[in-house]
């Protein structure tokens, strides 16, 4: 039987998350008998979303958004109060080890990704083009860098198909845009659990200038892969930073779900306002995205589409930063379409906004 959950449901849900954050905020400012915490001591949360709405387009990845948790830097694992899967997980993996002047985090969220045909008004089968798809996951992160090098392990856990609510959400936001109704979700693809593990490393090439409210700038060379039924994939960047007051540690960017790994990588808190400017090229290698082929687990209702295993792209940053609240935007390019028989007009290109508070 197929879950309804109508969009007025969804306004509701939505007003009292809001009702009960704020709620929770103020009554958090009433507790003065507890000392405030140094802005360095406090915890990043982040909000981001994705849309292909920023390049005027509604095809193919169409939406994501995601809500983040990540602790305050920790000289050592072991200050972050690990639970025993989390101990185990920064004592296994290479790369996270916290010797020497290496700082530790550990991130969380949960995270929705979408993607649909062109023509989103045909309530027909489009096995020409992107099948109807959206995910709903969790997201764990624990990563180890300095100014030279970075390392991050990533598990994803999730759920695709009608449970991921991609159709409720598509639904519920072109109401409130007053867009074209999405009439093919019936074809989307099957239920189906979701796992994926992703490995990053990057390594600086060249630091100029101050990273201190000067101008300076930063460039990186980046590996990271993923295994699962999400993402199979490896992915080589070169990453670039400049401008002024660039943070110590590397780029943040903004992929969805578990198309990369969910980081904070930037040392420290700015003592004043900092503006710079981020560019990252990439070339990736793709074995398998459920995305593009269907279903791996049951029956898929799309027979999936042939691509090209190996697609290249960019992405363009522009980062605010202040000691307490930051603004990321990220707009994602590629120049090529690494489909053979898609519809023409599809485009993989997007927009994200990403906004950071420190609790």
């Excluded at 709620?23 to 003065?32: D, H, R, V």
């Excluded at 649909?116 to 860098?145: C, H, I, K, M, R």
Aim: net charge negative; charged share 20%.
């Amino acid at each position: 039987m197929k879950m309804k959950l109508q969009p007025p449901i969804l306004r509701m849900l939505v007003v009292a998350a809001v009702i009960l954050l704020v709620s929770n905020l103020a009554g958090a400012q009433k507790k003065e008998d507890k000392p405030r915490k140094p802005i360095e001591e406090r915890n990043l949360w982040r909000l981001s979303w994705a849309n292909d709405a920023f390049v005027r387009t509604d095809n193919a990845f169409t939406n994501g958004w995601s809500i983040q948790r990540h602790l305050h830097e920790h000289d050592t694992w072991e200050e972050t109060r690990p639970s025993k899967f989390s101990g185990w997980i920064s004592r296994t993996i290479p790369g996270l080890g916290d010797a020497g002047d290496r700082i530790v985090k550990r991130g969380t969220g949960i995270s929705q990704v979408m993607f649909t045909p062109e023509d989103v008004s045909n309530p027909d089968p489009q096995p020409e083009d992107v099948p109807w798809s959206g995910a709903l996951g969790w997201t764990g992160s624990w990563y180890a860098f300095d100014t030279k090098s970075l390392s991050a392990f990533q598990i994803y856990v999730g759920i695709l198909g009608p449970y991921s609510f991609a159709e409720h959400f598509q639904v519920l936001i072109h109401d409130w845009i007053n867009a074209d109704e999405p009439l093919g979700w019936d074809n989307q693809l099957a239920t189906e659990p979701l796992v994926n593990l992703n490995y990053a490393y990057k390594r600086t090439l060249l630091q100029t200038g101050e990273t201190e409210n000067r101008f300076s700038s930063h460039v990186a060379l980046g590996a990271e892969g993923g295994l699962g039924n999400f993402m199979t994939f490896a992915r080589a960047s070169l990453e670039w930073r400049f401008g002024w007051g660039v943070p110590e540690g590397f780029i943040y960017s903004s992929d969805p779900g578990a198309y990369g790994v969910m980081l904070a990588p930037e040392m420290g808190v700015p003592d004043e306002f900092s503006i710079y400017l981020s560019i990252a090229a990439r070339v990736s290698a793709t074995a398998y995205t459920v995305f593009w082929d269907g279903n791996l687990l049951v029956d898929s209702p799309h027979p999936g589409l042939p691509y090209d295993t190996v697609s290249r792209g960019a992405v363009f940053g522009l980062h605010l930063a202040s000691r307490r609240f930051s603004v990321h935007f990220n707009f994602y390019s590629y120049n090529e379409l690494p489909f053979e028989s898609v519809n023409p007009l599809t485009e993989l290109s997007w927009g994200n906004i990403t906004f950071e508070y420190r609790f």
